[in-house]
């Protein structure tokens, strides 16, 4: 069975930090780019981060650069988000994704990515 499992999220204070983690099952990392993408009630799903098979990273959220990063381990078949200096409008549902590529190719358009988790719940909140 596919799955990606999201898990790290919760409740911070702003300026707080939280690591997020997708780990996959059922298949394996090394030839898809990974996503994480965040969604608050009442707005549109945002890309956040993307890194590619090849560990090539950007932040297409330009309200994250500098405070977020992505990387994948896939010894462990698992990639983070590490997110730091958490404001109240990083609030969101976070939820990672994977697409499957032939080439080094960091984030494609959401319609092109193959797997999708639950998300996990980030609230950043005093």
């Known amino acids: 069975q596919v799955q990606l499992v999201e898990s790290g999220g919760g409740l911070v204070q702003p300026g707080g930090s939280l690591r997020l983690s997708c780990v996959a099952s059922g298949f394996t990392l090394d030839y898809y780019t990974i996503g994480w993408f965040r969604q608050d009630p009442g707005k549109e799903r945002e890309a956040v981060s993307c890194?590619?098979?090849?560990?090539?990273?950007?932040y297409p959220a330009d309200s994250v650069k500098g405070r977020f990063t992505i990387s994948r381990d896939n010894t462990k078949n698992t990639v983070y988000l590490q997110m730091n200096d958490l404001e109240p409008e990083d609030t969101a549902v976070y939820y990672c994704?994977?697409?499957?590529?032939?080439?080094?190719?960091?984030?494609?358009?959401?319609?092109?990515?193959?797997?999708w988790g639950q998300g996990t719940q980030v609230t950043v909140s005093s």
């Open positions: 994704a994977a697409a499957f590529t032939h080439y080094d190719y960091p984030c494609p358009p959401s319609s092109e990515y193959n797997y």
């Open positions: 890194i590619s098979r090849n560990d090539i990273r950007l």
